[in-house]
């Protein structure tokens, strides 16, 4: 089945510091990619998303790209702040799927210092 | 735009009892899911409705949990009987329609904890 693959946190950065979160996935078929970031005591929110192969997806500085031969959408960001500090999910949605379901990876837990 | 609501926020019970939760997505959207999220976890797929009818619920664990959506608006998830290993937040999304790029809009989710 469908499965994401996301690094491990927390990440301990510093503000103004280059930040890249690793995703790996596997599907069946052409998935849809997304980054949700759920900021502390907030539901999960769209950061971005990318719907075929060699997309970037961005927003708020953040960008990831839709690798297909590495099956991978690896979300980087030049210069955090300390405000970027939240948990950040990987998912995929499959076309093949019943219905419209995400799967998500485990979360990274950034947190930014000043 | 009015985003996803949800209530409860937080909801302490003991096992063995009962609990709902309720869900109101985003006006005109036609699809709603339920959530479970264990802490430390990504979020896991319990119950997708396209309108009233249900779409997937294979991740649904029938003989405790259930759902429903009447009137293709409104939902509530229910656990009955609750177990400690329910303890999670209950997350509840919606979308405009049915596809795979369509963006999932999420509440705040329910704390739920089990004691």
């Known amino acids: 089945g469908d499965s994401v693959t996301q690094m491990e946190g927390p990440v301990t950065l510093s503000e103004e510091a280059f930040l890249t979160i690793n995703c790996t996935y596997t599907?069946?078929?052409?998935?849809?990619l997304f980054w949700y970031v759920q900021y502390p005591g907030e539901g999960l929110q769209l950061l971005l998303k990318a719907t075929k192969a060699d997309d970037k997806g961005s927003n708020k500085g953040f960008e990831a790209t839709y690798r297909k031969e590495t099956t991978s959408f690896h979300l980087e960001k030049g210069s955090v702040q300390v405000s970027d500090s939240a948990v950040y999910f990987c998912a995929l949605s499959s076309f093949e799927a019943a219905g419209n379901k995400l799967t998500f990876g485990g979360g990274t837990r950034v947190l930014v210092k000043p | 735009e009015a985003g996803v609501a949800q209530s409860p926020r937080y909801k302490i019970i003991e096992k063995r009892q009962s609990v709902a939760f309720w869900c109101n997505p985003i006006?005109?959207?036609?699809?709603l899911y339920w959530y479970q999220q264990i802490l430390g976890q990504g979020p896991k797929l319990l119950i997708q409705f396209q309108n009233n009818g249900v779409v997937d619920d294979s991740q649904l664990p029938k003989d405790r949990f259930s759902a429903e959506r009447l009137k293709g608006v409104d939902s509530t998830l229910k656990i009955q009987p609750a177990k400690l290993e329910d303890s999670a937040v209950y997350l509840c999304?919606?979308?405009?329609?049915?596809?795979?790029?369509?963006?999932?809009?999420f509440g705040p989710g329910t704390r739920l904890t089990v004691l």
């Open positions: 999304a919606s979308s405009l329609v049915i596809g795979g790029t369509d963006t999932q809009y």
């Open positions: 006006s005109g959207h036609a699809t």
């Open positions: 599907a069946t078929g052409y998935p849809s």
